[in-house]
């Protein structure tokens, strides 16, 4: 049995996440201490593993909880399945690798690597063509304060947040419906500022809820910064919009009947 630190620290994931994953029902502790703490055994370490893989997989929570109700999730068909998926990975990439290795013995014979090329780029291309995710990425001056707004005041689900050696949050990942998005440090060599410091955001983030009203309502009793109230727009959504302490703007939206 391993309290909730260790599983966090065993994992990689926070202890914020695995709360959140027993509050929406994914992830129930095996167990409790004298003094009250989680206590997880084998079943909850593997049930933990069917809810990242499926998670990896790109399933939204919802998803993944139905999954697990109603699918298939035997943890050795899981682990044979993941397997596949590496193992297809590892062919795609050692086939290109053998073409460079190709490519290398053409150019040391100093002959055409016309075609020899035109085999590597194909190769490339067949190993990248599919994209199987997506990830926004926004840029924080304090990666952990927005890493807690967010999760609290737009209730997105909490991810990974990695520290340095010094314990400064330098990555946070939160979940939001299908998708997730990145929290990322200010860096002086790509240019990254936050809008706090750039003085303006240059863009916004569009997020589709179930009940524009109800979030908005929930949104304010967490001490939202509204910049706009629910309204319909005439291109065909219900949506308010929020500035978070940094300056990001969030549309928080729903199509129109």
Do not use: C
Request: net charge negative; charged share 25%.
């Amino acid at each position: 049995m391993r309290r909730i630190g260790a599983i966090a620290k065993a994992t990689g994931l926070t202890v914020r996440t695995l709360r959140y994953y027993e509050e929406v029902g994914l992830l129930t502790p095996t167990d409790r201490s004298t003094a009250g703490h989680r206590l997880y055994g084998t079943e909850a370490v593997k049930q933990l593993y069917r809810i990242s893989l499926l998670r990896q997989l790109g399933l939204p929570l919802e998803q993944v909880r139905e999954t697990l109700e109603t699918g298939d999730t035997d943890v050795r068909s899981l682990i044979a399945e993941h397997l596949l998926a590496i193992d297809g990975r590892l062919v795609a990439e050692n086939r290109l690798r053998n073409r460079l290795l190709r490519l290398l013995d053409t150019l040391e014979a100093d002959l055409d690597t016309t075609a020899a090329l035109l085999a590597v780029l194909e190769e490339m291309n067949m190993t990248e063509a599919t994209v199987d995710r997506r990830i926004a990425i926004l840029v924080y001056a304090d990666i952990e304060a927005a890493f807690e707004y967010l999760t609290r005041v737009f209730r997105f689900g909490p991810g990974e947040l990695t520290r340095d050696s010094e314990e400064n949050a330098v990555h946070a990942e939160i979940h939001a419906g299908d998708g997730e998005f990145w929290l990322h440090a200010e860096s002086e060599p790509f240019g990254l500022r936050s809008p706090t410091n750039l003085g303006g955001a240059s863009g916004t983030m569009a997020i589709m809820v179930d009940d524009v009203d109800a979030h908005y309502e929930y949104a304010v009793s967490e001490g939202a910064s509204v910049r706009y109230e629910p309204v319909d727009q005439p291109y065909g959504y219900r949506e308010y919009g929020a500035i978070d302490p940094e300056g990001h703007l969030w549309s928080f939206m729903k199509p129109l009947p």
